[in-house]
């Protein structure tokens, strides 16, 4: 048996083995690159109860909100903004029996323990309003029962807390001090939001921009289940991109 090398032979295979070697790692780059951005992706959505199934994902594109629920159907719409569709709340509500939002919107069709709520908000009052806000809600279970998240481009003890309307006027439950608390919808940009509730604990997380940080925490248990929506205090915005994970509510059988 002989061996003979061949310079031309070896010449002409360099560019094809490298090549091959180069295809396979830039292969690997992409893949890797990929599996991080979907890790960190799950990592932001995280954060809240795990193994939650998807409920909705809802971007509003067919230009209509069904399976939504608003306190004022004629004050909410679908149109395009920015060059996607949103839902926008376009005028503000009356303060009703308690002191409490005045406008929301909620997902009828899903009565929910734990949940993870993600999407995208603006706020349209003018910027120079220090107390404008774009609310969410959960555990909402009657105009005068529900807990909310207040986002605002302020911090004291009504304002940018999570809050709790139990037959009364609204009341601050979370962690954080009267204006200590974080505040970012200070602008007429779109914000990303996330808000997350682990009903075995009663552990509560609102996020705003930063999905790995809350900016208001609490815990509490009081309701215990409800629907989720969204609304503001008394202003207007624009919501889209939402995404719904969550429990439903199996009510306890009676008797024996």
């Known amino acids: 048996m002989s061996w003979r090398f061949s310079k031309k032979k070896a010449l002409t295979d360099f560019p094809k083995r490298h090549s091959a070697l180069w295809m396979g790692a830039l292969a690997a780059m992409l893949w890797l690159?990929?599996?991080t951005k979907y890790f960190s992706i799950a990592g932001q959505v995280q954060g809240g109860?795990?193994?939650?199934?998807l409920l909705i994902s809802d971007d509003f594109k067919n230009g209509k909100a069904a399976g939504w629920l608003p306190n004022f159907p004629d004050r909410w719409r679908v149109d395009r903004e920015e060059g996607v569709f949103v839902y926008q709340l376009i005028a503000p509500g009356e303060q009703g029996k308690v002191r409490a939002p005045t406008s929301w919107s909620l997902l009828k069709e899903f009565d929910l323990t734990s949940f993870i709520f993600t999407g995208r908000m603006k706020c349209k009052t003018d910027p120079s309003v220090d107390k404008r806000?774009?609310?969410v809600f959960f555990h909402f279970q009657d105009a005068t029962h529900f807990y909310y998240v207040h986002f605002s481009a302020s911090s004291d003890d009504v304002h940018n807390v999570i809050a709790i309307v139990n037959g009364t006027d609204r009341t601050k439950i979370?962690?954080?001090p009267s204006g200590a608390s974080v505040f970012r919808l200070t602008d007429l940009k779109f914000h990303d939001f996330k808000?997350?509730?682990d009903a075995a604990t009663g552990e509560i997380k609102a996020y705003l921009d930063d999905m790995a940080t809350p900016i208001l925490t609490a815990v509490d248990k009081t309701l215990g289940h409800g629907r989720v929506g969204v609304g503001s205090f008394d202003d207007t915005g624009s919501l889209s991109d939402i995404k719904l994970w969550g429990a439903i509510f199996r009510a306890p059988k009676e008797g024996p």
């Open 33 to 35: 690159a990929m599996a």
């Open 195 to 197: 808000v997350t509730c």
């Open 133 to 135: 806000d774009m609310c």
């Open 174 to 176: 979370n962690r954080e």
């Open 49 to 53: 109860p795990p193994k939650l199934p």
